[in-house]
Nanobody, 119 residues
Framework: QVQPVESGGGSVQAGGSLRLSCAASEPTFMSYDMAWFRQAPTKERDFVAAINWSGGRAWYAASVEGRFSISRDNAKNTVYLEMNDLKPEDTAVYFC????????????WGQGTQVTVSS
């Protein structure tokens, strides 16, 4: 089964950029849709962006549309989240998640990576 591992988090000032990566050690990576979620302190985990197994379709939360971009490289078993024009409200732990093609829920989760945006 796929096991996502996130990297690339850190601290940045408002208006800055970061790129998160999520590597999955699974030879059938192309069988999985991938997504990013985030959880701020005292808040629930929220959807950020998703990409289908082929990379041909992507979806975004309204709060990040136009600023974040999700992509994947199936040859490298990796999905990326490019985050631009970061705002303090983007501060959260970002989680990478996977679901097998056709499944409704994301059942495979990484440990998360912290993103902190200062004003």
């Amino acid at each position: 089964q796929v096991q996502p591992v996130e990297s690339g988090g850190g601290s940045v000032q408002a208006g800055g950029s970061l790129r998160l990566s999520c590597a999955a050690s699974e030879p059938t990576f192309m069988s999985y849709d991938m997504a990013w979620f985030r959880q701020a302190p005292t808040k629930e985990r929220d959807f950020v962006a998703a990409i289908n197994w082929s990379g041909g379709r992507a979806w975004y939360a309204a709060s990040v549309e136009g600023r974040f971009s999700i992509s994947r490289d199936n040859a490298k078993n990796t999905v990326y989240l490019e985050m631009n024009d970061l705002k303090p409200e983007d501060t959260a732990v970002y989680f990478c998640a996977a679901r097998y093609r056709g499944d409704a829920d994301y059942n495979y989760w990484g440990q998360g990576t912290q993103v902190t945006v200062s004003s």
